[in-house]
């Protein structure tokens, strides 16, 4: 059995919390937070590394309360800093950018960056990093995504705009949790 799950793909930040306080733990990459759960209840992972609550934008999503009813046990608790950027498929300035990919979290983060720019259409993907893969997918010219400086540059986008977060401390806390 693999020790641990976790959101992917590779560069998330779930990703990235991962290899800083769990280096060199076998682990496996999920597409959503309802496949990690889904492989933790069927026991094909030991454990789920699982984004809980962001410090200034509250819980992501129902996943505090999906650890809780499931009846998981949270073994340790880890808070990542979460610096968010701007990238795009084709160098572009932001006034041309009229679509925004990105995790909701990440586009609830940046609200207050965003407010004078009305005019874009912000999109929900499963992770940053799926949001950058449909990006480069639909080979998008005047859309961005909000993901990290390290998952845009390992994807060959442009950054457009670094540490767009509305707050300087913002930081997300993740669960590790166990099928108990
Ligand atoms: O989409 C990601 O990269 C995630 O790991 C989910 C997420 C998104 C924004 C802040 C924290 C976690």
Request: hydrophobic share 40%.
């Amino acid at each position: 059995m693999t020790e641990l799950g976790l959101l992917g793909p590779e560069n998330t930040y779930h990703d990235m919390a991962r290899q800083k306080f769990l280096p060199n733990v076998s682990h496996v990459l999920f597409h959503s937070f309802d496949d990690v759960f889904k492989a933790l209840k069927e026991k094909r992972i030991k454990k789920a590394l699982i984004a809980i609550k962001n410090n200034t934008s509250g819980l992501v999503g129902d996943n505090l309360e999906r650890i809780k009813t499931s009846g998981h046990r949270i073994l340790e608790q880890f808070e990542l800093p979460i610096h968010l950027c701007l990238g795009s498929f084709k160098a572009a300035n932001i006034e041309s950018i009229k679509k925004i990919y990105s995790h909701p979290m990440a586009i609830k983060e940046t609200k207050k960056f965003f407010v004078k720019y009305s005019h874009i259409t912000f999109i929900s993907s499963t992770s940053t990093v799926s949001a950058i893969h449909e990006l480069k997918n639909n080979r998008e010219k005047n859309s961005g995504v909000i993901a990290s400086k390290e998952a845009i540059e390992a994807n060959d986008l442009m950054l457009l705009s670094e540490n767009i977060e509305d707050n300087s401390t913002n930081s997300t806390t993740f669960a590790l949790v166990e099928n108990a």
